[in-house]
């Protein structure tokens, strides 16, 4: 069994209506990320991080560069499943982290800036409603968090997911309930929230969708929900799943196919502009944009 984080560089790349493919970069032989690798996130420098450092899924630990712990829960029960890192209009950097299981965003601050260490973590937000805060987004202007939340059930009914947000105090709100939620991501002008939402019949997804909704960033509210892209109508995948999703700074929308081996590029108006493929790999689970210049387009893939 092997674990595969492929990079793909986007240093000047014009999309086209094109496949694209990744190349290896790191694998279970020079890595300690276990089965359930996934979560991606990067900091102010660059680096990349995931979760499942280690082979512990309640810890998360760097990609790139030197490989290092990032975080590790106090709780062996918790499962910690995504991070969104943050700085502040001083520069202060901090780091979001999802713990599924114990229903809580973590939160870690105050970095040496020679070690890179976070010296406090801190319970930021949570509320024992929230299904399993599975994925998180971000709106940078006001430091607020957007979760999405998941439950996999053989038939899917609405309230297999959920959205909240929590403000700069930590408080949370929740935004919506639907059929199964997974990725999430805010548009770079912070107008847009975007939320994969898929549906389960015989223990199998039989349609997936992404929503978008008009986002007030300063206020953590939601409206106008509509469907951005059905992958029924695109390409007649409907039975594959949405997992991770992440915006470049044009707004582009890059969208993992968990199950097909590659992310699917859109448009801000919802145009397909290309695929990106994972080359024999099928369970691409997330991505992230890291490097000294943020161009290079990290996708995490789990064993298969």
């Known amino acids: 069994m092997k674990l595969f984080l492929t990079i793909f560089s986007l240093l000047g790349l014009a999309l086209a209506a094109d496949t694209l493919t990744g190349k290896a970069f790191r694998t279970s032989e020079d890595t300690g990320f276990g089965a359930t690798i996934e979560g991606a996130g990067v900091d102010k420098a660059g680096n990349v991080y995931a979760v499942d450092f280690n ?41 979001f982290i999802t713990d599924a299981t114990v229903h809580r965003v973590v939160r870690l601050s105050d970095r040496d800036s020679k070690t890179g260490v976070f010296s406090s973590s801190v319970d930021y937000c949570t509320d024992a409603k929230m299904l399993e805060p599975n994925d998180i987004a971000i709106a940078y202007s006001t430091g607020r968090i957007f979760l999405s939340g998941m439950k996999w059930s053989t038939d899917s009914v609405e309230g297999d997911g959920d959205l909240w947000t929590c403000d700069k105090n930590g408080v949370a709100t929740l935004l919506g309930t639907f059929y199964r939620t997974n990725g999430i991501e805010v548009s770079p002008d912070e107008k847009t929230l975007y939320l994969s939402e898929s549906i389960n019949k ?103």
Do not use: C, H, W
């Not at 309640?58 to 030197?66: H, M, P, R, Y």
């Open 202 to 304: 015989g223990d199998a997804p039989i349609s997936n969708v992404i929503l978008a909704f008009d986002l007030d960033a300063e206020a953590g509210t939601v409206t106008n929900k509509r469907v951005f892209v059905d992958f029924a109508k695109l390409d007649n995948s409907a039975d594959i799943d949405i997992d991770g999703m992440r915006t470049d700074t044009e707004g582009n929308l890059y969208v993992t196919r968990n199950g097909k081996g590659q992310v699917a590029v859109f448009t801000p108006a919802g145009e397909l502009t290309s695929y990106i493929s994972s080359p024999s790999i099928q369970n691409v689970a997330n991505l992230e944009f890291g490097g000294p210049n943020g161009t290079d387009l990290y996708m995490v893939v789990a064993p298969q």
């Open 55 to 95: 082979d512990k899924i309640f810890s998360a630990g760097q990609i790139t560069g030197e490989q290092a712990v990032l975080y590790t829960s106090d709780d062996t029960e918790s499962l910690v499943s995504s991070m969104r890192f943050y700085v502040d209009s001083s520069g202060n950097e901090s780091v």
